[in-house]
Nanobody, 122 residues
C-alpha cells in the first residue's frame, strides 16, 4: 500500500523560503512521476512542479519558474520542493502526488498526501 506524507509547510514573510518534503512508502522510487499541486480556496488543484524519477527531468508552472526547485532523493524515497522568493500569492495548501506514469500524475490519478499549508504574509 502506497502512503504519501508531506511536511515542511508553515508561515513565512514575503521573500522568504520554505522546503517541502514528500516521503512515499510502498512505491518504487526508480520509476514514475512525483510532484506538487497546490489548491487555493474554492479552486481546483493546479500543478506546481513535477519530476520524472527515471532521469530526473523536471517541469514547473510558469508562476514558480526560477523560484521553486524540485529534487529527489531515491535513497530516502523523498522528493523535495525548495521554495524561494515566496510571494503572498503562493499561499495555498500544497499536496504531493506520486504516480506510476506522468499521465496518471497530470490526470490526478496518483497517490496523494494529506497536504501541508503554506502561508506567505506581505
Amino acid at each position: 500500500q502506497v502512503q504519501v506524507a508531506e511536511s515542511g509547510g508553515g508561515s513565512v514573510q514575503a521573500g522568504g523560503s520554505l522546503r517541502l518534503s514528500c516521503a512515499a512508502s510502498g512505491f518504487d522510487f526508480r520509476y514514475g512521476s512525483v510532484g506538487w499541486f497546490r489548491q487555493f480556496p474554492g479552486k481546483e488543484r493546479e500543478v506546481v512542479a513535477s519530476i520524472y524519477l527515471l532521469g530526473g527531468s523536471t517541469l514547473y508552472a510558469d508562476s514558480v519558474k526560477g523560484r521553486f526547485a524540485i529534487s529527489q532523493d531515491n535513497a530516502k524515497n523523498t522528493v523535495y520542493l525548495q521554495m524561494n522568493s515566496l510571494k503572498p500569492e503562493d499561499t495555498a495548501m500544497y499536496y504531493c502526488s506520486v504516480a506510476r506514469t506522468y499521465t496518471d500524475f497530470m490526470r490526478r490519478r496518483g497517490y496523494w498526501g494529506q497536504g501541508t499549508q503554506v502561508t506567505v504574509s506581505s
